[in-house]
């Protein structure tokens, strides 16, 4: 299936800025931070992070897979890094969570089951983790004295229409409620949710990559009609950071990010290569949303991004707008097909550049 080159400009939509979201970090000079399901992508992007930026009392990776741990600990070395401890653990265990989280000051949940085809194919799996999961980090966090937790969310715990997405966002609700249900001494909960990330495993710029690098004579497209969101890893963890900073309880933090459909990307991967359509896999959607109308009434925008408010808490709102935040439109959403700032090639190379070079 022959297709035109992509296009270097963005004459119909604005080319998307470059955002770092990295002010105002929180800082994790002598904190002690446990990061669940710390050795996928963001984990130890955001372990490379602190042990470059920070000088953290404690930093716990905390994870199921002894083997990951043992390759991460390779890279970094708690003899090197002596804060460094690596648990092993599962947030399906309360218990274990519990123990994990004594003295622990911020927490960075990460782990989850993320694969949509497998959620889809290995529901209770995925419940129990990411569900379940959850509601042992709230537990767990309350019971210890966290101060602060960071849930990671995606883009398709917004109208959801696989498994994935539907225990995300229940996920999602349960760590929205979490700062009422811990009391006024209690963990500030939030979450961020963000789209797809440069670079991170299961991530369609890798697979592209590692095909062309193969010699393979086509690009397998799921449908040409499909749009992402697209964010690199160190957007991501400075979005997180950024986000713990400013959180006051039961906020979803949605950062303003670039989106391009999959066949842009094919092609400006493999702009020689032949595209092949193989058909949406089971849960997919043609294109995420990231605000839902249904939520564009308790969402607020800032320069960097858009915060969803919690119901329960009026006072969210008079904060942040007494700080500049403006409200979106009644109508408004934030969707990847309609997403003002679009990735061109060039701007795609960038990412893909400052994404492999660290």
């Known amino acids: 299936m022959a297709h035109p080159a992509p296009q270097t400009d963005c004459p119909a939509r ?19 931070v446990m990061i669940t399901g710390g050795t996928g992508s963001l984990g130890k992007r955001l372990t490379q992070e602190i042990c470059q930026e920070f000088k953290p009392k404690k930093l716990i990776i905390f994870s199921r897979d002894e083997l990951k741990q043992y390759e991460m600990a ?8 002596t804060f460094l401890r690596y648990f092993i653990g599962d947030v399906r265990d309360e218990h ?10 911020i927490v960075v949940h990460a782990a ?12 209770f799996e995925c419940i129990k983790t990411n569900v379940m999961g959850a509601e042992n980090v709230v537990r767990a966090a309350i019971s210890a004295g966290v101060k602060k937790v960071c849930a990671l969310s995606t883009d398709k715990a917004a109208n959801p229409i696989n498994l994935y997405g539907a225990s995300k966002l229940a996920a999602d609700k349960i760590f929205a409620a979490a700062s009422a249900m811990g009391g006024a001494d209690g963990p500030v909960f939030s979450i961020v949710r963000y789209g797809n990330v440069v670079g991170s495993r299961g991530s369609v710029a890798p697979f592209f990559k590692k095909l062309v690098a193969q010699g393979a004579t086509q690009i397998p497209i799921t449908d040409p009609r499909m749009t992402r ?14 986000s713990l900073a400013m959180a006051r309880g039961g906020e979803t933090f949605v950062p303003k990010i670039p989106a391009m459909s999959t066949i842009d990307m094919a092609l400006s991967i493999a702009p020689d290569l032949p595209q092949k359509i193989i058909g949406i896999r089971p849960g997919e959607k043609l294109h995420e949303t990231m605000v839902p109308s249904d939520d ?18 009026d006072s969210q709102r008079a904060h942040y707008e007494k700080s500049g935040a403006k409200p979106v439109p009644d109508n408004f959403s934030y969707s990847s097909d309609s997403n003002p700032e679009v990735l061109d090639a060039r701007a795609l190379q960038a990412l893909l550049q400052e994404t492999y070079s660290k």
């Open 296 to 313: 564009a009434h308790s969402t607020l925008e800032i320069d960097d991004r858009y915060i969803i408010l919690p119901s329960h808490d």
């Open 229 to 242: 969101f697209w964010i690199t890893l160190p957007q991501a963890v400075n979005f997180v950071l950024s």
């Open 74 to 81: 390779q890279i970094f070395n708690p003899r090197e890094h």
């Open 112 to 123: 989850a089951l993320k694969h949509v085809p497998i959620a889809e194919y290995n529901p």
């Open 14 to 32: 604005l080319c998307a800025p470059h955002r770092d979201f990295t002010a105002p970090r929180i800082d994790l000079d002598g904190k002690t």
């Open 96 to 105: 274990r969570l519990t123990q994990a989280m004594r003295g622990v000051d």
